[in-house]
């Protein structure tokens, strides 16, 4: 291919969206990624991209918001350009509220959430119907929001890879970087930045998944005892994901999986004989600051960073691809403060 005018190094969904922002202005990309597309957290199976609760208002929960409104065009352009599923809906999310207190705070909310979604969500509460795919609820009452919204990670992640390459983007396993690099590369990435720095400045955090052999294929998400419950179209169901800061192997399941499948089989019944057709495990990458970091490399002058979207990465790509061009292409910062990389050294 001709120059390229930007090399991300890391192929899930930070690097990609990096990639992908940068390819639709005119740069010539190349990602670079000895394991492939989607070889890491990306490639996972659950797949939720859930608001922040819409109280004690930030600039974290702002982006997240605004990136959660992009994806409703986002996705469906992924999806356009390539031919390929990305399994993005926003079809919602339900609640139970487990007593009095839970109502109380769930409804004092609501009323944050008209302030602060304005007309572009709503986060209701809401009286269970006994239909089939509800969590049972101890007071009747339910949160069901419109903001919440379900993706494959796995899917989507090859989807973007192919709207890259369809945009002229390179793909490989090994290259020599050219023009402006970014570093999208995970825990791994992470750990490499730490080794270097005065004190850490973040982690992998080990998550692991299950898909049940279920159909609920346009139904709301759920978050029920602490757990996602993702019905993706073609018939399965995610459930996870546990959080584990201590890890011996990264990619292996265990004992704490088999415990989320039976706390989200007894948090919906009507999955209890639903079979398990795929366990899955892998690290995520957290920040200190809990934040994404985005920024000037610390340690590799006049190189970037795009890195730490723990639970919430899919859910802020779409944005986070477009501040990272606006650094990369434009030398503008268009990210919050919060978000910057110095936070974190």
């Known amino acids: 291919m001709a120059t390229v005018d930007v090399t991300v190094y890391g192929a899930g969904i930070f690097g990609l969206s990096v990639a992908f922002a940068c390819a639709k202005r005119g740069a010539k990309t190349r990602v670079i990624d000895p394991n492939e597309v989607a070889g890491g957290a990306s490639g996972g199976i659950v797949g939720a991209l859930a608001p922040h609760v819409?109280?004690?208002?930030?600039?974290?929960?702002?982006?997240?918001?605004?990136?959660?409104?992009?994806?409703?065009?986002?996705?469906?352009?992924?999806?356009?350009?390539?031919?390929?599923?990305?399994?993005?809906s926003r079809s919602g999310r339900l609640q139970p509220l487990a007593d009095g207190a839970a109502v109380s705070l769930a409804r004092q909310r609501a009323m944050s959430a008209t302030e602060l979604w304005k007309d572009q969500a709503q986060w209701n509460v809401v009286a269970a119907t006994a239909s089939g795919w509800e969590p049972p609820s101890a007071t009747g009452l339910l949160v069901k929001d419109t903001l919440s919204a379900l993706i494959h990670p796995r899917l989507a992640t090859q989807a973007l890879a192919r709207a890259v390459q369809n945009l002229k983007g390179e793909i490989c396993a090994e290259a020599k970087p050219e023009g402006q690099v970014v570093w999208a590369t995970g825990w791994a990435g992470l750990s490499e930045m730490s080794q270097d720095a005065p004190r850490q400045i973040g982690n992998g955090v080990k998550g692991q998944a299950a898909l049940l052999d279920f159909d609920a294929s346009g139904a709301p998400q759920l978050f029920a005892d602490t757990l996602h419950i993702i019905p993706h179209r073609g018939g399965t169901v995610a459930v996870g994901s546990t959080s584990e800061r201590e890890f011996d192997k990264p990619n292996v399941t265990d004992d704490a999986l088999e415990d989320v499948i039976a706390r989200a089989k007894a948090a919906m019944p009507i999955l209890s004989d639903a079979p398990v057709i795929e366990r899955w495990a892998g690290v995520r990458p957290r920040s200190r600051s809990r934040a994404p970091m985005l920024g000037e490399h610390p340690q590799r002058k006049g190189e970037f960073v795009a890195n730490g979207g723990f639970k919430i990465g899919f859910g802020m790509a779409p944005k986070v691809g477009e501040v990272m061009a606006d650094l990369v292409l434009e030398k503008r910062v268009t990210y919050p403060d919060d978000f910057d990389i110095s936070r974190n050294l």
Do not use: C, H
């Open 54 to 88: 819409p109280e004690n208002w930030n600039a974290k929960k702002q982006f997240q918001l605004d990136s959660l409104l992009i994806a409703r065009d986002f996705w469906p352009d992924v999806e356009a350009r390539t031919g390929l599923p990305t399994g993005y």
